[in-house]
């Protein structure tokens, strides 16, 4: 069993950033992929990024390509989501996922209890 905890979310203007955290406290952290999704108001819950295991491979949705940066730490069980550029419709509640494999796969087995991010224009 894996827990996920996230933190950092909260309120940003538009061009803003933020920084999104993850941290767990499973000894075989750097075992799993880890990524981050997210749910934006009346809409479907979407991939935003994933890191695999070891930290040499990242990718993004189209949506958040070249604004946001994953990455993590395992020596410290910690994952972050570094958000530049906020726009109001990156709006959604983003959840840490994780799972037992090199990357993250559509429908992550493991999942944060969410954080709130909310960009004002």
């Known amino acids: 069993q894996v827990q996920l905890v996230e933190s950092g979310g909260g309120l940003a203007q538009a061009g803003g950033s933020l920084t999104l955290s993850c941290t767990s406290s499973r000894r075989t952290f750097s075992s799993y992929a880890l990524g981050w999704f997210r749910q934006g108001p009346g809409k479907e819950r979407e991939f935003v990024a994933g890191?695999?295991?070891?930290?040499?491979?990242?990718y993004y949705a189209d949506s958040v390509k070249g604004r946001f940066t994953i990455s993590r730490d395992n020596n410290k069980n910690t994952a972050w989501l570094q958000m530049n550029s906020l726009k109001p419709e990156d709006t959604a509640v983003y959840y840490c996922?994780?799972?037992?494999?090199?990357?993250?796969?559509?429908?992550?087995?493991?999942w944060g209890q969410g954080t709130r991010v909310t960009v004002s224009s």
């Open positions: 996922v994780a799972d037992l494999d090199e990357v993250i796969t559509t429908s992550p087995f493991y």
């Open positions: 890191v695999t295991w070891s930290g040499a491979d990242t």
